[in-house]
């Protein structure tokens, strides 16, 4: 009763006009940066602390905060559309968004995503009005060797996200950690992969690898089809039959989940969430072999994810003051500018702000699906567009988000370096899903197996010893099980029809 009567007040703090008013202009801003290429939620809130910090330290962050989720909101516009995701946490969005525009069904696949995000969003508001500081202490419980089993679990998504050819798909992740490793590395100083460029010393950012693998390269492929395929923008309605509404259900709420409680781990965040969801689903779904190629399944359960990471990574920052990604390290450093102390004890410091900004964010997600589904009909005329002109104006928003990084012009070569490796991944049918993944955690992975070994002083049985690592890691082997055994079972039906064709 308690919790619903701090509620009710932190819905009196959100609803003044000022507030009201700044709730709008946050996810209306996060939505336009999510949906162009190049500009996240970290630049927009970065660019929007010196507007933040001649507000009152809630008005502030109220709108702050729709900035952030309204950013994840809107990413996945581009990612459905043009197959080149706003923001990291979209990437998963286009495995079946980009196919279903492809097919004509545009305006449905951004009206599941709308869906998806919405419900994802107020769950994970739920989740951190109910359980926040019971959840805080269990993000606490998590170091180094927990961290890194988590990623290998989150690795073993790589096996669903190959299709049959595991072998393709391990290459891909492979290459994806390697490009991860690229840069000094931070615990000896060493160069790695840099071949004497200082370019590359601090790393190949992420935007690179994602525009290049995947906008560009599809701009290479629809080139090479001249004049076949691409998006066809004539059927975009937003209708859903029952049976589509019932199939994505069950993902969306599985999603919402499953994204909230990874976001709540520091480090974690909607990317990871996103991949997660995805390759659950696709294990579980009765039609996961039609993943990837247009499923309304593939779009609901990592929009559903991403959303409620983006609430759930809330949680550690304000109860305990941990960021746990760089969007919320940058919140956090906002918090301070705006004199606020997040931690255990905000909570009795601050209630009229916590609880402020947990109403704001259930007005902010009524609010983006009010002004998301009546544009649906504005985006998906995108499609429409020839491709004389599209094709040059992806190119554009590439060139655009990849130089606005930090202004080098030898990052344009590594987008289109990328691009090449992307179409030349799909010509030869790589999954491009497998690389994403082993970029994103490849540098978490070791970053975190390193401190644990240090810890224990270089013992590698503290990921076996400890419950959490051990659950976690036995849980990744399983998983690859399945795969594995189907693998070796084609390999032996295909050596048996070899011997049989030679004995004949």
């Known amino acids: 009763m308690d919790t619903l009567n701090q509620l009710v007040s932190g819905f009196g703090?959100?609803?003044?006009?000022?507030?009201?008013?700044?709730?709008?202009?946050?996810?209306?801003?996060?939505?336009?940066?999510?949906?162009?290429?190049?500009?996240?939620p970290m630049s927009a809130i970065a660019l929007m602390i010196p507007i933040a910090f001649g507000m009152d330290p809630t008005t502030g962050m109220i709108m702050l905060a729709g900035v952030y989720y309204g950013a994840v909101f809107g990413g996945s516009t581009s990612s459905i559309l043009l197959n080149a995701p706003g923001i990291a946490g979209t990437v998963a969005t286009s495995f079946d968004g980009y196919p279903m525009a492809r097919d004509g069904r545009a305006g449905k696949a951004l009206a599941v995503a709308a869906i998806a995000s919405f419900v994802g969003g107020t769950i994970g508001v739920v989740g951190l009005m109910l359980i926040a500081p019971t959840l805080s202490t269990v993000a606490v419980s998590f170091g180094p060797a927990e961290y890194f089993a988590l990623m290998v679990l989150g690795l073993t998504a790589i096996v669903s996200l190959s299709g049959k050819n595991l072998t393709k798909g391990l290459i891909s992740a492979v290459v994806g950690v390697v490009v991860a490793l690229v840069g000094i590395d931070a615990a000896t100083g060493t160069l790695r992969f840099t071949f004497d460029r200082p370019e590359l010393y601090e790393g190949i950012d992420f935007l690179i690898v994602a525009l290049g693998v995947f906008a560009l390269a599809e701009v290479f492929v629809l080139l090479s089809r001249r004049g076949e395929g691409g998006a066809r923008g004539g059927v975009t309605s937003l209708r859903l039959s029952r049976g589509e509404v019932g199939a994505i259900t069950p993902p969306t709420l599985r999603g919402s989940v499953l994204g909230f409680f990874t976001g709540v781990l520091p480090g974690a965040g909607a990317t990871v969430a996103s991949f997660l969801s995805y390759s659950a689903e696709k294990r579980i779904a009765r039609d996961g072999d039609s993943f990837g190629r247009g499923n309304i399944k593939g779009v609901a359960a990592p929009e559903s994810a991403n959303n409620g990471a983006a609430v759930g990574s809330f949680v550690p920052l304000l109860t305990l003051g941990v960021p746990g990604s760089g969007t919320t390290a940058i919140l956090l450093g906002a918090l301070l500018v705006l004199g606020?102390?997040?931690?255990?004890?905000?909570?009795?410091?601050?209630?009229?702000?916590?609880?402020?900004?947990?109403?704001?964010?259930?007005?902010?997600?009524?609010?983006?699906?009010?002004?998301?589904?009546?544009?649906?009909?504005?985006?998906?005329?995108?499609?429409?567009?020839?491709?004389?002109?599209?094709?040059?104006?992806?190119?554009?928003?590439?060139?655009?988000?990849?130089?606005?990084?930090?202004?080098?012009?030898?990052?344009?070569?590594?987008?289109?370096?990328?691009?090449?490796?992307?179409?030349?991944?799909?010509?030869?049918?790589?999954?491009?899903?497998?690389?994403?993944?082993?970029?994103?955690?490849?540098?978490?992975?070791?970053?975190?197996?390193?401190?644990?070994?240090?810890?224990?002083?270089?013992?590698?049985?503290?990921?076996?010893?400890?419950?959490?690592?051990?659950?976690?890691?036995?849980?990744?082997?399983?998983?690859?099980?399945?795969?594995?055994?189907?693998?070796?079972?084609?390999?032996?039906?295909?050596?048996?029809?070899?011997?049989?064709?030679?004995?004949?």
């Open 340 to 504: 606020v102390q997040p931690g255990p004890l905000m909570l009795d410091e601050h209630p009229g702000m916590f609880w402020g900004v947990v109403a704001s964010m259930y007005i902010g997600s009524v609010v983006l699906l009010i002004l998301n589904l009546p544009l649906i009909p504005v985006f998906a005329k995108v499609l429409n567009t020839p491709k004389a002109v599209l094709l040059p104006l992806v190119v554009v928003f590439c060139a655009v988000g990849v130089y606005g990084l930090s202004f080098a012009v030898f990052d344009l070569w590594l987008l289109l370096g990328f691009g090449v490796l992307g179409f030349l991944m799909r010509a030869n049918d790589f999954p491009a899903a497998p690389l994403i993944l082993g970029l994103i955690l490849g540098g978490l992975m070791e970053r975190n197996m390193r401190q644990a070994l240090q810890i224990s002083g270089g013992d590698w049985s503290v990921f076996v010893t400890q419950p959490i690592p051990a659950v976690l890691l036995g849980l990744a082997a399983a998983s690859l099980l399945p795969s594995v055994v189907g693998w070796l079972r084609r390999r032996r039906s295909r050596s048996r029809e070899q011997e049989g064709v030679s004995a004949a």
């Open 13 to 40: 703090v959100a609803l003044s006009p000022e507030n009201l008013t700044f709730v709008f202009v946050g996810v209306l801003a996060g939505t336009v940066i999510g949906i162009l290429p190049g500009l996240g």
